[in-house]
């Protein structure tokens, strides 16, 4: 749970199971979330082994974030959290 038992964590997780992904087009997916906060959540996420950066050498910089391995084992459990919350507000 320490490794994704934030707020935000999960949200970006879930969001990258489609794919890698631009860093300006994944905040879009997350309303709400500052630029201070994205920025610190994708950091720990690459720190503790979940998620890749990607910075490709052009002009405006370019990032990309996807899953690593250890993020994509993650899936089912992500998907799982998504099930239970669909099911839960349509109560």
Same mark, same amino acid.
């Given at each position: 749970?320490?490794?994704?038992? +934030? ?6 997780? =879930?969001? #990258?199971? $489609?794919?890698a992904?631009r860093?300006?087009?994944?905040q ?9 906060? =994205? +920025?610190? +959540?994708? @950091? $720990?996420? $690459?720190?503790?082994? #979940?998620? +890749? @950066? ?11 974030? %996807? !899953? %690593?391995?250890?993020?994509? %084992?993650? $899936?089912?459990?992500? @998907? ?5 919350? !669909?099911?839960? =507000?349509? @109560?």
């Amino acid at each position: 749970m320490s490794l994704i038992g +934030t707020k935000w964590k999960p949200l970006i997780l =879930f969001h #990258l199971l $489609e794919g890698a992904m631009r860093s300006g087009m994944l905040q879009k997916k997350i309303p709400g979330i500052s630029n201070k906060m =994205f +920025t610190q +959540t994708v @950091r $720990e996420l $690459e720190k503790d082994g #979940l998620l +890749t @950066r990607k910075v490709f050498p052009v002009v405006p910089p370019k990032v990309e974030y %996807s !899953l %690593s391995s250890r993020g994509k %084992s993650l $899936e089912v459990v992500l @998907r799982s959290l998504d099930q239970w919350g !669909l099911e839960d =507000f349509q @109560r």
